[in-house]
């Protein structure tokens, strides 16, 4: 089976960091794009950034490039959303999301973790 799980959210002030934290098991992930996502309260889901599994090739919406960095590593099958200099507006739900390299939609999802900045 298998399971994304975020974790690393919280209540941070503006300017602040946070690293989020998204597990993977249940197969293997090597031909992946692993990908965030976020959702606030009234809008809809929006992109953040994705990573290419076996290249680490890394692609960001434009809100957030230059503040957040996606990794992952291998070693711990783990895919990491450092983000910096975080703003309120950048308060929401954020989703762990996987998909194959030949799709174009999303399989995988984690439950989400919540992100809340304050100004």
């Known amino acids: 089976q298998v399971q994304l799980v975020e974790s690393g959210g919280g209540l941070v002030q503006a300017g602040d960091s946070l690293r989020l934290s998204c597990a993977l098991s249940?197969?293997?992930?090597?031909?992946?794009?692993m990908g965030w996502f976020r959702q606030a309260p009234g809008k809809e889901r929006e992109f953040v950034a994705s990573?290419?599994?076996?290249?680490?090739?890394?692609y960001y919406a434009n809100s957030v490039k230059g503040r957040f960095t996606i990794s992952r590593d291998s070693a711990k099958n783990t895919v990491y959303l450092q983000m910096n200099s975080l703003k309120p507006e950048d308060t929401a739900v954020y989703y762990c999301a996987g998909r194959s390299r030949t799709s174009a939609n999303y399989d995988y999802w984690g439950q989400g973790t919540q992100v809340t900045v304050s100004s």
């Open positions: 990573v290419v599994w076996s290249s680490s090739s890394p």
């Open positions: 249940g197969r293997t992930f090597s031909t992946y794009v």
